[in-house]
């Protein structure tokens, strides 16, 4: 299982660009690297998943460069009800097996007025 | 489609209590997997459930049990409850439709035990 490092902790402010990088530098050839947002007292939510290069959705992009051991979660434009802690997740099959998902610190994003 | 759904919300034992928590998967999810969330030790996997079998179980004590049944629901048992079991309790289900399915999850069951 790949271990992933996120930081700890981000600030921003409304309206900025947020970029949170996650690395993963044991990361198989089969793995997909997904990343999920927390609130509090709620369960994660599925945000994007990605593979190689880029993937965008209307919540946001995922950066994948061409060696694959990190990836950058981009959020456009945040606002205050994107306080939440972002998860970083690498693993194949999550259909086969959810005990192969392991979740990490995951990054605290604070956005600020 | 309705979302993952976790009954209770909350709730309160004591120690020694034994307790049931309920998780119905989004429909057509075959899947059903459950964490344990606590500050501490962060989201940890119980265990997984699919077509009523479990098919993997995290590093708990024989107190954490569950099951599925033929609808695809799901239920985790916590028996002897003891402080540090305080935690939500997170169910998760998936498709399992192609390989990289990702999860669904509830909002949780917050327990507390005193």
């Not at chain 1, 209307?58 to 051991?69: G, M, N, Q, T």
């Not at chain 2, 699919?50 to 629901?73: A, D, I, M, V, Y």
Request: glycine share 8%.
């Amino acid at each position: 299982l790949a271990k992933t490092t996120q930081p700890i902790s981000m600030d921003s402010y409304e309206g900025q660009e947020v970029n949170i990088t996650c690395s993963h530098n044991n990361i198989a050839t089969n793995d997909y690297i997904t990343w999920y947002q927390q609130f509090p007292s709620q369960g994660p939510r599925f945000i994007i998943q990605g593979y190689k290069t880029k993937v965008t959705n209307e919540v946001a992009s995922l950066f994948i460069p061409a060696d694959r051991k990190s990836s950058t979660l981009s959020l456009p434009r945040v606002s205050l009800s994107d306080t939440a802690v972002y998860y970083c997740l690498v693993g194949d099959s999550f259909g086969s097996s959810a005990s192969k998902i392991i979740f990490g610190s995951g990054t605290r994003l604070s956005i600020r007025p | 489609k309705a979302g993952v759904t976790q009954t209770p919300r909350y709730l309160i034992k004591t120690r020694g209590q034994q307790v049931t928590l309920s998780c119905s998967p989004i429909s057509g999810h075959r899947s059903v997997s459950w964490y344990q969330q606590t500050p501490g030790q962060g989201l940890q996997f119980l265990f997984e459930y699919f077509s009523e079998t479990q098919r993997n179980k995290g590093n708990f004590p024989g107190r954490f049990s569950g099951r599925q049944f033929s609808n695809s629901r799901s239920e985790m048992n916590v028996s002897t409850l003891e402080l540090g079991d305080s935690a939500l309790y997170l169910c998760a289900s998936s498709s399992l439709e192609g390989n990289n399915s990702p999860l669904h999850f509830g909002n949780g069951t917050r327990l507390t035990v005193t």
